[in-house]
Every structure is written in C-alpha cells, then in structure tokens.
C-alpha cells in the first residue's frame, strides 16, 4: 500500500472537483434555508446505542456496518451511520421540541460513515445533506419536504431523477402486514440467512435482489392491501399535494427503506445514470423513532440527499455547473519592488472584497502570465520598474488579451468598475 492512498472506500475532494461539491451542498441547502429550516451540526460519533435503538437492530447498517470502538474510558461509540438519530438525540437533549413552534425544522451536512462493499458510487465515507421536521404529522409537511429535495435537483439541472413513494404503514396497521407477510414468506424455499430475515425484518425479504426469491414473491400480500384508514387517507392527501405543485412520482409499493425506523411515507429519489447505486437520496416519516431512543411522542418525517451520488449524477447527465472562478485578479509583478507595490494592491483588492491571487516565488514573465491563465482570472496585473516609475500598472484583459496601464491609485476602483 502506498503511503499516499487514501483508506479503502474513501477519496479525496480536491480541486477543482471540490469546487463543484461544494456547490451541489449549498444547491441542496438553500430551498431549505428559505423555508424555515435552520442549521444544525452534531457529532461525527454518538454512543452506539443510539444507532442500534434508533437506526434499528436487525438492519445492515446496525449489524455489519457501523464502526464502533471503545474509548480509553470505556465508552461505546460509532462513527454515525446517519444523521436522523443523531439529529432527534440533538433535538431532545436541546428541548428544541419545547422552545417553541413545532414543528422543529432543521437542516444539516455532513461525513458519514459504513463499513459497506466499495463500488461506484458507494463509498465509507460519505456525505449528506438532510432535514428534519420534527414534531409534527402533517401530510403537508411530508410533501413540504418532497417538494424542496425535488426543486433542489432541477436547480442543479437534473432531469433524469425519479421519485418513488410508498406507505408503510403505522403501528396499527404494520404488525398485521408484517404477520401475513411472514406466513407467506415461511412456505417459501429460502437459504438460512434469508429465514432468519422473515423473522426479524421479514419487509426486507421483499427488497432482496435475487432472482430465484424474487420469483417466489410474486403472490406476496401486499402492503397496500393491508393499510388502516387513516393511513391510507395521509397518503392519499401528500399524494395529491405533490401532484398539485406540479411534482412527478412513482408509486412504488415494493420500496422498503435500509433503516427501520420508517412509518407512513417513504421515498427514494433515484437516477438512471448510476447503475446499481441509483439512490442518490431517501427519506420518510418516523413517527416513533423518539419514543424508541426514550423521548417523548414526537411525529417526524425528514431525507437526506447523498452529495457524492448526487455529483456523479450531475456527470452522468454531463451538466456542468455554472461555477464562478475563484480568482477574478492575478497579479504579476516583475522585480522586488513590484513584489511589495502588487502585493499591497492584491491585499487592497481582496479587503475590497475582490478575488485576487498573486504570483508567488518571483518567477519570470512567461511561467506567472501561465499561472494567471490557469487560475481562470479575468484580470492580470502586471508591473515592472519601469511602469512603477511611471506610477502604473499594466491591466490585461484575459479573455480580449488588450492591455492598458492604470494609475495604482485607480487600479482598485477600475476593476471594481470591470468586474461589476
Ligand atoms: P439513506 O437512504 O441510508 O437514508 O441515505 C441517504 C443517501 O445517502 C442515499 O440515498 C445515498 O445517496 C447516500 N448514501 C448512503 N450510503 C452511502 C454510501 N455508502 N456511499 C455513498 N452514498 C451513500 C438515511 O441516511 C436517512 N437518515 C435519511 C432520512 C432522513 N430519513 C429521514 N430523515
């Protein structure tokens, strides 16, 4: 292994690719922001407890891919899976339920952590950008949130995103499903693991891959069939509310979410350019996750959109991001008394709130003029003996190559003036 590899599963973010990482967060949070959802950071570990209570103890990412450790003090901790329960933990140790109104909205980015198989598009380490509506069951709310991931997505120019919708239930109407569904599942011909499935998570016996089991599922009982009234009524109204504004969906009555956690509403936005990790982001209603981690009744219902898949989606549709470069100015001086008089204007300029860099390490003419054509800059600055005797600057246009000397003393104000 070579010292400078990253671990596996992991990659780093660096220039210029970072760039657009950072755009697609700030993309994904800004619907949030205008809608009255605030920023919340937690953790990058809680006790293990948390994730195996909340997140659920028969799930994947409880049972195989968590990393937990043990603290030089005896504490069991995991690198958070996810952010839902840590967020809710936040929020009740906070008594953000109780400061006000509900629900409690909030908004959050940030690494994760699964000890999963590497392949394209999934990763160990990962990032996400969530929300959270804390405290409130209200079919509006749940579409609230559809609404803002979907205007999220079309900002960032994707088009071939789909949004799959399902119900699964409430505590009334679930434990009757699920006792039906694993009748029906304990006839069937199944290897060891998947028979211990039925019995702890027999709804993801439904979402297994394989051909063979999938065969064998055709007559499954079907959730739908088996929804209480109000449930099916909840669903019926974030259904048409989604419909009224205009927003597209399937409704995918096989879509059982990795996280146990779920009651009612759940989705997954999936793009087609992804091959097998097309989820580039899921949520729903978890209407007894708080009760679960000890805290009181408190009706929620978030998602979390995956930064990383979401990039790879951006590239598998060929969408380039309309970024501004990070430098507007590039100054290149000729000589130590340019150094100091370019380096003066260049700090002028940045506390003026103008982008600018500046030839470092005194290279000639051809090697800076080259580094102010990669930096993107839109401006040069150059300046030698003569044009300081002269009491000028040289100013280039980068894009028209025509070049004309501006006093210092109105160099700041010209540009300001150029760059709008
Ligand atoms: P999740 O579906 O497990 O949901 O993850 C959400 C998104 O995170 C996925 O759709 C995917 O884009 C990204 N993601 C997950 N695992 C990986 C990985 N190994 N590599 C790359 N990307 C990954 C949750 O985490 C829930 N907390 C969402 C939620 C919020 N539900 C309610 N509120």
């Known amino acids: 292994m070579s010292t400078f590899q990253a671990p596996k599963g992991t990659y780093d973010l660096t220039p210029p690719r970072?760039?657009?990482?950072?755009?697609?967060?700030?993309?994904?949070?800004?619907?949030?922001?205008?809608?009255?959802?605030?920023?919340?950071?937690?953790?990058?570990?809680?006790?293990?407890?948390?994730?195996?209570?909340?997140?659920?103890?028969?799930?994947?990412?409880?049972?195989?891919?968590?990393?937990?450790?043990?603290?030089?003090?005896?504490?069991?901790?995991?690198?958070?899976?996810?952010?839902?329960?840590?967020?809710?933990?936040?929020?009740?140790?906070?008594?953000?339920?109780?400061?006000?109104?509900?629900?409690?909205?909030?908004?959050?980015?940030?690494?994760?952590?699964?000890?999963?198989?590497?392949?394209?598009?999934?990763?160990?380490?990962?990032?996400?950008?969530?929300?959270?509506?804390?405290?409130?069951?209200?079919?509006?709310?749940?579409?609230?949130?559809?609404?803002?991931?979907?205007?999220?997505?079309?900002?960032?120019?994707?088009?071939?995103?789909?949004?799959?919708?399902?119900?699964?239930?409430?505590?009334?109407?679930?434990?009757?499903y699920r006792e039906a569904l694993q009748t029906f599942l304990r006839d069937l011909d199944l290897d060891e693991e998947t028979r211990r499935r039925i019995e702890i998570n027999p709804l993801r016996v439904l979402d297994d891959k394989r051909a063979d089991v999938q065969k064998q599922l055709t007559d499954a009982p079907k959730l739908r069939d088996y929804l209480c009234d109000a449930c099916k009524a909840y669903h019926e109204e974030v259904r048409a509310l989604l419909t009224a504004a205009g927003v597209v969906f399937e409704d995918d009555e096989k879509l059982v979410r990795g996280l146990d956690y779920y009651t009612r509403t759940t989705f997954e936005f999936v793009h087609d350019g992804l091959g097998a990790q097309s989820a580039v982001g899921g949520g729903g209603r978890y209407d007894g996750l708080s009760e679960m981690i000890g805290g009181p009744e408190l009706p929620s219902v978030g998602w979390a959109l995956g930064v990383d898949r979401t990039v790879l989606a951006l590239e598998a549709e060929g969408i380039e991001l309309d970024l501004p470069y990070a430098t507007s100015v590039y100054a290149v001086p000729l000589g130590e008394e340019a150094r100091r008089v370019l380096f003066g204007v260049v700090t002028g300029l940045r506390r003026a709130g103008i982008a600018a860099d500046f030839a470092f390490g005194g290279r000639g003419l051809k090697g800076a003029m080259k580094s102010a054509n990669r930096s993107g800059a839109r401006y040069a600055l150059v300046a030698g003996e003569r044009d300081l005797a002269e009491g000028v600057v040289q100013l280039k246009d980068m894009e028209s190559g025509e070049q004309s000397a501006v006093p210092l003393t109105e160099v700041a104000a010209e540009l300001a003036k150029r760059l709008g």
């Open 18 to 176: 970072s760039a657009t990482f950072l755009a697609v967060r700030e993309a994904i949070a800004a619907p949030l922001r205008d809608s009255g959802y605030g920023y919340i950071e937690t953790p990058g570990f809680e006790n293990v407890e948390l994730f195996a209570r909340g997140v659920g103890e028969s799930t994947d990412i409880v049972t195989k891919e968590m990393y937990t450790l043990t603290t030089k003090g005896g504490d069991q901790l995991a690198l958070r899976p996810e952010g839902t329960a840590s967020v809710l933990r936040a929020a009740l140790e906070s008594n953000l339920h109780k400061a006000g109104n509900l629900p409690v909205k909030l908004w959050y980015s940030g690494s994760y952590y699964r000890y999963e198989r590497p392949q394209a598009g999934r990763y160990r380490h990962f990032s996400q950008v969530g929300a959270e509506a804390i405290g409130t069951e209200d079919p509006v709310l749940d579409a609230e949130l559809i609404i803002l991931a979907d205007q999220a997505y079309r900002s960032l120019g994707l088009r071939q995103f789909r949004i799959l919708l399902n119900s699964l239930g409430d505590k009334e109407c679930r434990p009757v």
